[in-house]
Nanobody, 122 residues
Framework: QVQLVESGGGLVHPGGSMRLSCAAS????????MSWVRQAPGKGLEWVSD????????YESDSVKGRFTISRDNAKNTLYLQMNSLKPEDTAVYYC???????????????WGNGTLVTVSS
């Protein structure tokens, strides 16, 4: 069974940094594009970032571009999100997600983790 388990969330001050991890199992990790998606309190889902199979390409939303860096370690079946210069509006539950395809970003996500809460507050 597919499992995606996020970790690394918690409380951080504005301007601070935090690194999230996602441990993947139950599928061939290095055959799929992986994603981070977030949901702020009372808001809808917001796509954050994608990374291709070999890390050749990454994609970030305008709201996080230049501050967040997605990466993956295929040998460890682990996805990461390095978050710098955090802002209060980054407060959200962050979800790791597997995209349906390894070759297209247009197929949506078919599996999700349970999320980890990041709170950016003074």
């Amino acid at each position: 069974q597919v499992q995606l388990v996020e970790s690394g969330g918690g409380l951080v001050h504005p301007g601070g940094s935090m690194r999230l991890s996602c441990a993947a199992s139950g599928f061939t990790f290095n055959n799929y594009i992986m994603s981070w998606v977030r949901q702020a309190p009372g808001k809808g889902l917001e796509w954050v970032s994608d990374i291709t199979i070999t890390s050749r390409s990454t994609y970030e939303s305008d709201s996080v571009k230049g501050r967040f860096t997605i990466s993956r370690d295929n040998a460890k079946n682990t996805l990461y999100l390095q978050m710098n210069s955090l802002k209060p509006e980054d407060t959200a539950v962050y979800y790791c997600a597997k995209r349906r395809y390894g070759y297209s970003r247009n197929g949506g996500m078919d599996f999700w983790g349970n999320g980890t809460l990041v709170t950016v507050s003074s």
